[in-house]
């Protein structure tokens, strides 16, 4: 017997970390269908019931982003708070970062309203709150938010990511993603099975702040540079007159936005430049900037042409999240 199939009938038996590995299989293949993401969501549901608190942080995870479901904040925290209970130490930390508690998991009171306490200290209108936009430039746009993220959460991406780096890529001429000399820093790119409640919320203040809806938003990164790592002189809409990038175009759409926060500061150089216009620009730890790839008619606009400067010192790490103008299609 392979391990796939025992994995499966142990899933079958009623085994709460066997459902969870197996729906976490489903939903990181390649090629899952809409079959396997239902099934795969069956097999949390069973797994949380049954009082696994990882998969009761799974299903707080999608009733944040609405998986197979509408989307609700109050039952991802009410979710949350359930797992928290159940013992998930992850669910544990996000519940506390989101609360704006200084507690730690470790320190935990015992006592079962300890995590009642955290969830209703949550507030999703205090956290989708940000400070206010300010222009950097106008031909192209782009804009500062200085303090979008708090140092807390800066924290929680880094940590996050770190263990999962892989070199980043870029669209090739062909349509491709690829490696480039070009890029030479790396970055995690969190599919759905590494995301988490903290990040969907940072995602949906970025939606707030820019005012484009989270559905169109491609998979969020986190990148890392050395130094001397960099990512040289780019665009990041895909070129219109390519024949090769049509497919991403009809199917995904045009990369409209990016934004960008900086989740650190310790490092020198590192900056974001944009060549053509003359303007650098390094944020602190939490601040933001984002900026338009088109322009107010839709077409690209190449004085977005830009870089990601090496740092001279330190490391660099930096949340990454690009913008399309549609959702993509339905797996």
Known sequence: MDAGTE???????GDRDAQLSLARDLLSAKSARQADLFKAITLIE?????????????????????VSRPQSWDR?????????????????RQLLLLSASDDSPEAVD??????I??????????LLA?????????????RVIEGFASPAECRWLIHRAKGMLKSALVFDLSGQQVLDPGRTNKGMDFQLTDMDVVIEVIRARIAAATHIPVPVFEPVQVLHYSVGQEFKRHHD??????????????????RIATFVIY?????????TEFSQIGLRYRGKTGDAIFWANCDMQGRPDPLTLHAGLPPTSGEKWILSQWIRDRAPPAR
């Open 130 to 142: 940000h400070p206010q936009r300010q222009s950097l430039f106008n031909g192209p746009r782009i």
């Open 263 to 271: 989740l650190n500061e310790d490092f020198e150089g590192g900056e």
């Open 237 to 254: 809409f895909l070129e219109p007159g390519n024949p090769h990038h049509q497919e991403q175009l009809q199917s995904h759409g045009q």
């Open 117 to 126: 306490k955290k969830r209703e200290a949550v507030s999703i209108e205090r």
């Open 46 to 66: 069973s797994a949380s019931a049954g009082g696994n608190g990882e998969a009761t942080a799974m299903v707080a995870l999608f009733e944040a982003m609405g």
């Open 7 to 13: 994995l499966t009938k142990l899933a079958e038996s």
């Open 76 to 92: 991802a925290f009410d979710a949350l708070r359930l797992a928290g209970e159940q013992g998930s130490e992850a669910a544990r």
């Open 110 to 115: 015992p006592e079962r309203d300890f995590w």
